[in-house]
């Protein structure tokens, strides 16, 4: 018998995406820049536990309720009469569940960002993710709550996703209200379903649209009415045919005056954004990224709800929010080899160790720079040449050589040019 | 019939921490300096999914087993026939998993921190947490791993946990090589049990220790010899027994003489620590907090192994590591009031709207002190007392006053002293 021991060879899990360290250094920044733009604004952060009471999560319709995973423990004790739990599949049950919970301990408008992962137990032949970090912010608060947050909101994300440096980031801005408002005054019944089909214009052909929509009882003129105004670019030449598209015209154009500050492609108007979701009762948007076309869909997407959290509170709580789908942008861009992994360790200085004798040296030097802020790798030592290349394959922009013997200085070296100078420790700072 | 709707009053779930936005504020502050201790020695991140396949992560002894959290999809599909997959109850089994998988693309010495939530289906009566944070840190080579990072991976702790400010902090010292080869010249066989007894020491009473002792046949002699070796506080006393004893005085020596940077109380030799699992192959620590008398056990714990990941990889990959268990230490200085909620915004200031046509001179003004680095919340207008009421409720330190008319100047409000004074955006800063 060998005493060779079993390997199991790990393999990736499908929909469970897994990051090299010079992957995940992106990553980390992208979440850190898009945190910082939300903390600037004064959102606070809070974080759900990733479990829900199953009775919370679940129906919330039959396609979502597919999706969820349920948590078992793998030897069930006698102790296991709790309630059942499950892994939540967006951030938007758990903010209400938690706004209701804490109604007492929360201070409103209750302004709040959110960047976790979720998971949605998809089929894996769609090659969708199982495991994601949505960054999502919303501002709640009780009984009313001022049109000018769904600017801000916008505005944020518009920022959030601008500070990327991935291109052209456009939003698409529309108020429910005013589609709301002619479907009435058109006397179309089956909103909801109407809504759904013009949510898919660009997703199928134009008879596929015409089609759908005469299934579901359309007649000509109301398709043309809806068709005019979706094609509409500006607000002004719009006449409201009753007071809910006034009202949703009057939002949208004070939404959109409020982001004038953004460059000209930053936010437009697009009637046919209107969202799938009977959830969004005004302003409503969609996010493209206007310089990256492999990247298609929408990169965030929400906008303003009437009820946020009434099966869990007697309260009316209304909100506005947006939600970026972190890691498919993520995904799409490390794909399509748009971000750098060059650099494969957070070190700016990999400190040489040239003798054994000279770990103290070596040691202490790297202290002085830490405490003035710099990140710097102590080198595990070994021949010089071994040390560079180590450097060098880990993509650390600078190699720093304390002294060799006692009385000699310092050098550093900047790894991109090849530049080698004396330098003092004390005063040293990365240009 | 009544419309009115079912109301379900969500309550906490047991195991399942959630904090309340200021709280959450203090926590990422902590989960931010660990990280940049980690980052300031050029550590890099890596994040594994949540889950891992049952077959790598179960069988590692049924204690564990028990508590393993497995997936289900609510509904199954009859495509469910991939594996099964549980959440992972550490970080340790994912590294070793990871490290294998994607042993080609690592650089190593590979150091690598990870600060994610472990999941572990504890007992709910224990009060003890289902899902938390774990802070780790970790280097691995291939086939050995210089000494010296035994000293490194215990500085960097060392300074995580003390740039938390929570007073002194205690890193207890040993080397398992030193009690093993103690037993070994004392001819014990049963090391293993013999190491989990000496493990529990400090829990139990002298009696119960000597009663452990003798039922698994340690004899007054041995208990006596091994009691000496425990006690020693002078490495340079011990006069070693065998090679095994006499490697692990030195590797301590040089691991405790590369600590004397540190202050006297932050590092000490102590032989009584020995950890309970046979993982553990020489350096091995715990760290107690000494001005928190409320926070019992050790607040991070480790050490150095020999065989990382050879279930999983045909390698020999020695490392060492120590992991913070960071949401029980948050958790009992939240509860024990040791840390400061005043702050409930990220902003640091509020910027005043006097009246809804002055809208566009506040955020005008906000977005100027947004881009020289501020935290700016636009208040969402109404009347000023409650505006400066808002301020106070939610800890923002200034208040700021665009002007209330053309030609008047900006003020700002220090909250904690009720100063006020005339400023100007563009080279205001907070001191």
Redesign the interface.
Known sequence: MSDK??????????G???????E??I??QWLDKIRAVY??????????????????I?AKGEDV???????????K?E?DK??R???HFDQTVPLA??T???FN???F?F??YQMQ?V?R?E???MGRMR?FYQCDIDVI?VDQL?I??DA?VASICYEAIDSLDIGRVQMRISNRKILMGLMDALNIDNKVEITRIIDKIEKITAEEYQKLMQEHGATSEQINAIQTLIDCKDLSTLVPSNDDMKQGIEELQFVMK?LS?LPDHAAIVDLSIVRGLDYYTGTVYETQLLDIPEFTGSVCSGGRYDDLA?????KKLPGVGISIGFSRLFDVLRQNDKISTKQ????DI?MIMPSEDM?QQS??TA?IL?ASG?????S??GKLKRQLA?AE??G?PYVWFPPFEDGLAHEVKDMSTGEQKQVNPNDWAVK
Chains 1, 2 share one sequence.
């Open positions: 021991k079993k390997i199991y060879k790990p393999k990736p899990i499908s469970f995406p897994e990051w090299l360290p010079e995940r250094l990553e980390q903390e600037s604004y004064g959102y606070c952060n809070i974080e759900t536990p990733s479990v829900e009471e199953l009775d919370v679940a309720d597919k999706e969820i995973y349920v948590l078992e423990r793998l030897q004790g102790d709790e309630a739990l499950a892994l569940r938690y209701a919970q804490h301990d929360l201070t408008p302004k709040r992962k998971w137990g089929r894996p032949q495991e608060n001022p000018h947050f801000e409020q500050h009434s099966s869990y509170i007697n494969k360790s957070p070190a990999l770990r040691s202490d202290r830490r710099h990140k710097v790798e102590l595990h030592g180590y394959k880990k650390i």
